[in-house]
Structures are given as structure tokens and as C-alpha cells.
């Protein structure tokens, strides 16, 4: 057993004894009551889940076990001669609740180069999709390929102690997200680079080694990968990739087959393929009003023309944040540094200087400022990655380190099959006009 497992199963250990002290002495204290609206939208706001990686703040945004961005950039281990904080520092504080020391990220960069063997009927998979195939279904049947290699299937189906879940489920987590990097890689070469393969570099980091499979020797790209690796790693539990890899997960699903359902519903337009639709918006945006750099009031006029067709502005707007998204900001902060007079980087922020007063005026947006989706795909075409499709898989193989880690914490702590009740409409109906009582707890 390494270090790293041998000190997640003490944390857990201990956290476990904190959690069956609360749930037997306050297990009945109301968190908060539920209105119908929530039932019917979403259940937007309503506390459900537990999720320790991290924790999202309306007002101050996302925290990692209590680190913001800034914070992360600023502690977390860097690369040889790099500025931002390595995703492997992230998993790390994710996973233990401490911050890493630089060896702690050297053993989890070695592990994943140990364990990142891919076998080829996982390529044989990918490469039996038409290369029509959107890169996100061709990244998933890759992963529901991978699921062979499941430890914590063969345990199981071999007959597991109850006590040793966590252990597989640890197993199975480092060797997806060692595996992920390249699988993801080989989608972006198939698809888009005439299947020309690149070979993993052993003496990368997890996230430079992933860019260069991707094809890319520029290190300003390496940092943005770093970058971009850890501000999508998690925003809590209840976005829909984490949730639906918890969910999946409390039925005992493996790693790979809860991480598989959570990638397909980050590949959805309300979700992690919104990144998508902000770079297509913006090149349309630009080609519409003629090339180059719009002004303000050519950008402002457009915007208007998008909300009178009845359509979003997207990248902006987030269901929990009211106030722009600390990730934006983060990477604003390195296009200031690495690329200041990018064209595109510069309409993302005259878009930023333009949207939010708008959308306030309309009095009807709760959050009228840009998430993260609204700055990542311009900092990816500066550096040749046009290929806007592709940008959902990047973010998918970031998630997989947030996600990853609760689930870990899910068969740590032995949290239970996920079973909210559910009624119907002429229910509610009658519960309104007083003919019915009130779900029983």
C-alpha cells in the first residue's frame, strides 16, 4: 500500500468516527425546509449531498478544502521553471485535505506514469466509431471500454468485504485518472490529426504529458493545461458530472462505469459543452460584424440582437455563483500575462465589459456575470486548438480529478445508496388544496 493510500484510509478513519457521532446524536435536526418550486426546478438550493472535495460560495465562489484559486496558484507545487499550481497538488489536497509537498506531487506524478498503460482493445473501441463521431461519445466508449481493467468489478464479483470497498475504489481511481490524458489524446489525434499518435513522455508531469500527446510543445500551453486541469476539477457535489458519479456510484457502480455517466452529463449544453457554445458565439459574433476586434457598441448591439431572438448569451449566468466566477478571473489573469494582445482575448473582455450591465437591466438575471466557460476556448485557439468540439474532453478529463476523489470519500465512508422519494403532479395538487399530508420522513 503506498503513503498516500496508507494516509487517506487514517483520514478516513477518523472522519468516519465524526460521522457516525453526528448522524446518532443530531441525525434529526432540520437542515431546511423545501418549497414546491424547488421540487419542480431543478431542486435548486435544496442540501442533499455531502461532498468534502470542496464547496461553493454564492458570493466568495469555489473553495477547495478551504484553498480559493488564488490561494492554489499560490501554494500548491509548481513544475520546474512553471507559474501555475500542478493538478496532481490538487488531487492531493482533495483527497488527504492537506496541502502537498513537492514530493507528495513527485510520488502521484510517478504513479500515474507507472499506471497509465492503455490496452488496445480500448483503442480498438474509439477506432471502431465513424470519425464523425462527437469527441465526447468517442471519449466515453473509450472510458466504458477501459472498465475491463476494474479492479473493484473483479473483487467484487469475486466476493469483497464490505470493508474494503474504498480500497478497489482507490485502486480503480488512480488508474483512470493515469489513463484518462491518453485516451483523451487519442480521440484529439484521430479525429482531428489524421490518427498520427503520439507516444506518453515519462518525464512530464500528468498535465504537460497531456499536452504533449495532444501535440503541443509550447509551454505557455503546458501551464494552461496545468491551469486549466485544476480550476475544473470540482465545484461541489451537486453539478451534474459529480452528482450523477455519485449517484451511479452509490448503487456500488465501479469507478470507470460511475465516471462514464458522469461524462455524459458533462457532454450536455447546460453543462460542460457550454464551452463549446461560448467560442462558436464569439467567432460568429466577430464574423458577423466583419472581422478584427469589435467595439463596445458594435458588441453591445449584438448582444441586444441575441437576447431580442430570444436566445442566452452563453458563458455567462452560473446556478449557485452571483458574482464572476473566480476561474474566469483566473484566466483572464494569465491571458494578461501570456497573451495580452490576442484578438479573441480581447473581445472576451470587452464581452466582460458589456454583458453584465445588460443583463442587469433586464431585471430578470439572478447572475448576470461569466463562469469559466466564458474565457477558456480563447486561450485554447491562441495556442492552435481550434478544435472548439474538442474542449468539453478537456474538461471531462479534469473532472475526473474532483470526481474521483468524493468517490473515493463515498466507499470511505460508507455512504448509502442515493434514494431521494419522488411524487407526482396531481400529488402535489392535491397537497396544495390541503388533501394530503405531507411526505412522511
Request: glycine content about 10%; some cysteine; proline content about 5%.
Amino acid at each position: 500500500m503506498g503513503y498516500i493510500k496508507e494516509k487517506f484510509k487514517v483520514k478516513a478513519d477518523e472522519l468516519n468516527i465524526e460521522v457516525k457521532d453526528l448522524v446518532k446524536n443530531h441525525g434529526n435536526k432540520k437542515i431546511e425546509d423545501v418549497t414546491l418550486a424547488q421540487v419542480y426546478q431543478g431542486m435548486r438550493g435544496i442540501t442533499g449531498l455531502v461532498t468534502e472535495t470542496s464547496l461553493l460560495d454564492a458570493n466568495e465562489g469555489i473553495r477547495f478544502r478551504g484553498y480559493s484559486i488564488p490561494e492554489l496558484r499560490e501554494h500548491l507545487p509548481k513544475a520546474p521553471g512553471g507559474a501555475e499550481p500542478l493538478p496532481e497538488g490538487l488531487f492531493y489536497l482533495m483527497l488527504i485535505g492537506e496541502l502537498p509537498t513537492e514530493a507528495d506531487v513527485q510520488y502521484l506524478s510517478s504513479m500515474w506514469g507507472r499506471r497509465s498503460h492503455v490496452p488496445n482493445h480500448v483503442f480498438a473501441a474509439i477506432d471502431a466509431l465513424p470519425i464523425t463521431t462527437h469527441p465526447m461519445t468517442m471519449f466515453n466508449v473509450g472510458i466504458m471500454a477501459l472498465q475491463t481493467e476494474s479492479s473493484f468489478a473483479h473483487e467484487y464479483a469475486e466476493g469483497m468485504n464490505k470493508k474494503d470497498y474504498w480500497s478497489f475504489t482507490y485502486e480503480d481511481t488512480m488508474n483512470l485518472i493515469a489513463r484518462l490524458p491518453r485516451i483523451a489524446a487519442y480521440v484529439y489525434r484521430r479525429k482531428y490529426k489524421g490518427g498520427q499518435h503520439i507516444q506518453p513522455n515519462g518525464m512530464l508531469d500528468w498535465a504537460g504529458n497531456f499536452a504533449h500527446m495532444l501535440g503541443y510543445s509550447d509551454e505557455g500551453f503546458k501551464e494552461l493545461m496545468r491551469l486549466y486541469m485544476v480550476i475544473h476539477a470540482d465545484h461541489e457535489g451537486g453539478n451534474v458530472s459529480a452528482h450523477t458519479t455519485h449517484l451511479v456510484g452509490s448503487a456500488l457502480s465501479d469507478a470507470y462505469l460511475s465516471f462514464a455517466a458522469g461524462m455524459n452529463g458533462l457532454a450536455g449544453p447546460l453543462h460542460g459543452l457550454a464551452n463549446q457554445e461560448v467560442i462558436k458565439w464569439i467567432l460568429q459574433m466577430r464574423e458577423e460584424l466583419g472581422g478584427g476586434v469589435p467595439t463596445k457598441e458594435q458588441i453591445t448591439a449584438y448582444v441586444q440582437k441575441t437576447l431580442s431572438e430570444g436566445k442566452v448569451v452563453p458563458g455567462y449566468g452560473h446556478a449557485v455563483l452571483r458574482k464572476t466566477d473566480p476561474r474566469f478571473t483566473a484566466q483572464m489573469e494569465f491571458a494578461k500575462k501570456h497573451l495580452p494582445n490576442d484578438e479573441l482575448v480581447k473581445i472576451v473582455w470587452t464581452v466582460y465589459e458589456t454583458v453584465p450591465p445588460i443583463l442587469q437591466d433586464l431585471g430578470k438575471v439572478k447572475n448576470p456575470w461569466p463562469n469559466v466557460d466564458a474565457h477558456s476556448g480563447a486561450l485554447l485557439v491562441h495556442y492552435g486548438m481550434v478544435e472548439y468540439e474538442f474542449y468539453t474532453v478537456l474538461f471531462g478529463v479534469s473532472r475526473a480529478l474532483g470526481v474521483l476523489a468524493s468517490l473515493c470519500w463515498d466507499r470511505a465512508l460508507g455512504l448509502s445508496l442515493e434514494r431521494p422519494k419522488s411524487v407526482t403532479t396531481e400529488w402535489m395538487k392535491q397537497f396544495v388544496e390541503g388533501k394530503v399530508d405531507a411526505v412522511a420522513e
